[in-house]
């Protein structure tokens, strides 16, 4: 699960230069750029959803959203479960534990399931509901845990020690950014140009990492000239990485949360925080946080269009209107819409 240093596993493979012959057209789901992903099998075919592919849809004249939430278990974390179930499987592993604050543990939940792997997930007191009876539907165990999610993680985390069974973790495992990375292969086929100002949800960087890969191989490839300006969005009572970045600090030590919610992205101790860091300083990642009074008001105001969003999503909405505010109108903007609104409602 960790190396002994330990620290968190990351792949080191060369994958082919970007081309678009090698994507392959004829699968309709993001398996159709595995030729970019180190997958050892073809066990993938037994546990795709038919996931990514998500279209990107003009909100206004300088902004794109990359509808995400149209996922099979409404979330972008699809991408990652995807690929990350398909190596599990491949492996022979029978059985997982998940923590999560909902929409990853859904995402394992329904992936491992389909194939025959037995899974539990933890998730923190406050989780809505729905997100809990979808882990239940789809036959895992789902286990509240009181406290906040950073202890979520670490009663899952003291499971595994203790019993040794296999830690299904979207942050720990390097299988899912492998799936995340699809969303720019995806935004750069369906656009053909990569936007100037990419806006990205920070918690544990699932995405944020995915994206950044994507990128870095992209540009490594010479398809696109430069890395676009890329924008992370953290909760103004939860910004670690806002935080280390205004310090120049190279790690981070947990930081404060207060309730929020904005729930997907309030971490206080990412674990993948120094390698999150390299990515921001390597390529002048900015950072902007959510003011809290504000996400309801997004939320309304992009549901009134027809699109409606986890309170998660449309605080990545109201991020990208502070931003707008303090540094000007981009251009354009991609601005990714993660999950869907039924999911979040608590009532
Ligand atoms: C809707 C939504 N957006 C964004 C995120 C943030 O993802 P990450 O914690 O991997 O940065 C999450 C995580 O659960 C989420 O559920």
Redesign the pocket.
């Known amino acids: 699960m960790k190396c002994d240093c330990g620290g968190l596993w990351k792949i080191e493979c060369q994958v082919p230069k970007y081309d678009p012959a090698l994507i392959d057209k004829n699968t309709w789901s993001l398996f159709r750029y595995r030729k970019f992903m180190p997958l050892a099998d073809e066990t993938w075919r037994q546990v795709t959803l038919g996931e990514g592919m998500t279209p990107i849809i003009p909100y206004d004249k300088h902004t794109l959203f990359k509808m995400d939430y149209f996922m099979p278990t409404l979330?972008?974390?699809d991408r990652g479960a995807a690929v990350l179930v398909s190596y599990i499987k491949s492996l022979g592993i029978k059985s997982v534990v998940q923590d999560?604050?909902?929409?990853?543990g859904n995402s394992v939940a329904a992936y491992c399931n389909r194939v025959g792997i037995e899974c539990e997930i933890f998730v923190p007191e406050g989780t809505s509901d729905k997100k809990i009876r979808m882990i239940e539907a789809h036959g895992a165990k789902a286990n509240i845990v009181p406290g906040s999610r950073d202890h979520c993680a670490e009663v899952c985390w003291e499971k595994v020690e203790r019993e040794g069974v296999y830690y299904a973790n979207?942050?720990y495992n390097p299988f899912f950014y492998e799936g995340t990375k699809t969303y720019i292969y995806e935004t750069y086929e369906q656009l053909g140009r990569m936007p100037e100002h990419i806006f990205v949800?920070?918690?544990?960087?699932?995405?944020?990492i995915g994206v950044m890969k994507g990128l870095e191989e992209l540009l490594a490839s010479g398809v696109i000239e430069r890395m676009p300006q890329v924008i992370i969005v953290q909760s103004e009572f939860c910004q670690p990485f806002v935080k280390a970045m205004e310090n120049g600090d190279k790690d981070i030590t947990a930081a404060p949360v207060a309730p929020t919610m904005a729930e997907?992205?309030a971490?206080g101790l990412p674990l993948r925080s120094a390698e999150i860091l390299e990515y921001i300083y390597r390529h002048k990642v900015r950072g902007i946080t959510i003011p809290e009074d504000r996400i309801l008001a997004a939320r309304e105001k992009i549901a009134r269009r027809g699109i409606y969003c986890?309170h998660?999503?449309a605080a990545v909405y109201a991020g990208y209107e502070h931003y707008c505010e303090k540094y000007g109108q981009p251009q354009e903007a991609l601005i990714s819409m993660?999950?869907a609104g039924l999911k979040s409602d608590h009532d």
Do not use: D, M, Q, R
């Not at 999560?100 to 990853?104: D, P, T, V």
């Open positions: 979330s972008f974390k999560s604050s909902g929409n990853a979207h942050v949800p920070l918690g544990n960087g699932t995405l944020f997907g992205i971490i986890e998660t999503t993660c999950g």
